[in-house]
């Protein structure tokens, strides 16, 4: 027996996580059939006068997938905190910030990317022009990262508490907004023609922010929560 | 090896004193653990054992006074199993979030073999027993290679077979030059140099 590197044992945490998702397919579906729903509503809602969708689909698809995420950040760490993996995590000689990441990076696998691939579907749904698919595509791969990273320390801070759902959310919401002013506008920018990249820079600029930063945030909000 | 003054203890608590609630726990909690030790730690329910635990390996690190000084790699068992349901017990071994090693198949399945979880290897947790689930998790205690073993009432929810064999297996790691803090409401029946630590008395004998 020899004591793992901090990279294996990222990558055994990320299996883990992941292979728990997969064991547990509704929490993986969860959140794409969320979208599905509120996506089908605003036809309903607007009318279905393709124009009038058309005009509102970047900033629509946009709240949705900040609200699915909202969603799923709460349970992060919640399973692990209520069996007692939470403690052991946190003695254990790895950084935790590293763990965090891997967490982290798992929960964006089965939310945030998955959302990110099925977006152009829902957003033809909406009659999205076709020319700002593959800005909503990457504009979503690189906004649900840095929410996830968000949602993660807001899930850090209430996970020692039996209803943290409303909490969190008016934890976490507040930080979720740049994201979301960002992400709609480089959909919205490459729908009226506009280069989207600037946009994304921005959003990429964030996501860089987020990896540094919120996980020292995540940590400490770990141990509070198992502190107390 | 038992107790030898002039080695550095494994563990040192220095007038430690936790109040809950407006009631004082404990005060003044001196003691050093040294390899080849076994401390139990007694008192009545709420006496605060669980807290010293959390406060010696380090969970609890705000409101309380004193000071915990740790040498030596640890591993804690808490009250929790730490048991993945959806997982088997090989995967929950072999990905422990603990991170303490890596683990070849033999030796995981010789660990959950002699907490009597042999032919149970592949079938998720979920179909265990509670009992069981605590045997997986203690099946990490003949993985591990800390000197240092932290126990909040490990026979908890075990058999009388399986007390027995953990006690053996007690005495095997004291002996080895290993130190154990446990906290159980049972005497002890372990061939080792046995500390009490009595939580209502206060005093460290």
Not at chain 1, 135 to 142: D, Q
Not at chain 2, 90 to 105: A, F, I, M
Request: hydrophobic content about 50%; overall charge neutral; charged content about 10%.
């Amino acid at each position: 027996m020899s004591a793992p590197g901090t990279l294996q044992f990222c990558i055994r945490l990320l299996r883990r996580q992941l292979l728990l998702a997969v064991r547990r397919p509704i929490e993986i579906s969860n959140p794409l059939v969320f979208f599905a729903m509120v996506v089908a509503l605003f036809p309903l809602g607007l009318g279905p006068a393709l124009e009038n969708l058309a005009g509102f689909a970047a900033g629509t698809l946009w709240i949705i997938a900040l609200l699915s995420n909202l969603l799923t950040s709460d349970a992060v760490f919640r399973s692990d905190f209520e069996d007692g993996s939470l403690e052991q995590l946190l003695l254990s000689p790895q950084p935790l910030y590293l763990s965090v990441l891997a967490y982290i990076g798992a929960h964006w696998l089965m939310t945030g990317l998955l959302l990110a691939l099925a977006s152009p579907v829902f957003a033809l749904l909406l009659n999205l022009p076709g020319q700002a698919l593959g800005t909503l595509v990457m504009s979503l791969l690189l906004g649900t990262a840095v929410l996830s990273l968000l949602g993660g320390i807001g899930a850090a801070l209430t996970v020692g508490l039996k209803r943290g759902g409303m909490l969190t959310s008016l934890l976490i919401l507040p930080l979720y907004m740049p994201v979301l002013i960002f992400g709609s506008a480089a959909v919205q920018g490459a729908v009226s023609g506009i280069p989207a990249g600037p946009y994304l820079a921005i959003l990429a600029a964030m996501l860089c922010l987020a990896i540094a930063l919120a996980p020292l945030a995540i940590a400490a909000g770990l141990r509070i929560s198992i502190d107390a | 090896m038992s107790g030898d003054p002039a080695s550095s203890p494994l563990l040192a608590s220095q007038s430690l004193c936790l109040i809950r609630g407006g009631r004082e726990l404990f005060r003044e909690l001196s003691f050093e653990v040294y390899a080849g030790q076994l401390w139990q730690i007694e008192g009545l329910n709420g006496a605060g054992k669980t807290s010293l635990i959390r406060i010696l390996c380090g969970l609890s690190r705000f409101g309380f006074e004193g000071e915990v000084v740790c040498n030596s790699p640890l591993l804690y068992l808490g009250h929790q199993p730490a048991v993945k349901a959806l997982l088997t017990p090989r995967e929950n071994l072999s990905w422990h979030v603990s991170g303490d090693g890596l683990h070849s198949n033999t030796q995981i399945e010789s660990a959950l073999a002699r907490v009597g979880l042999s032919g149970y290897e592949d079938v998720p947790c979920h179909t265990l027993s509670a009992g069981q689930h605590r045997r997986v998790n203690l099946a990490r205690l003949f993985l591990s290679e800390a000197a240092l073993w932290l126990l909040d009432e490990p026979f908890a929810a075990i058999d009388k077979e399986g007390v027995d064999e953990l006690q053996t297996l007690l005495t095997a790691h004291v002996k080895a030059g290993g130190a154990v803090v446990m906290t159980s409401h049972q005497a002890l029946q372990v061939n080792c140099d046995v500390r009490f630590l009595n939580l209502g008395a206060g005093v460290a004998a």
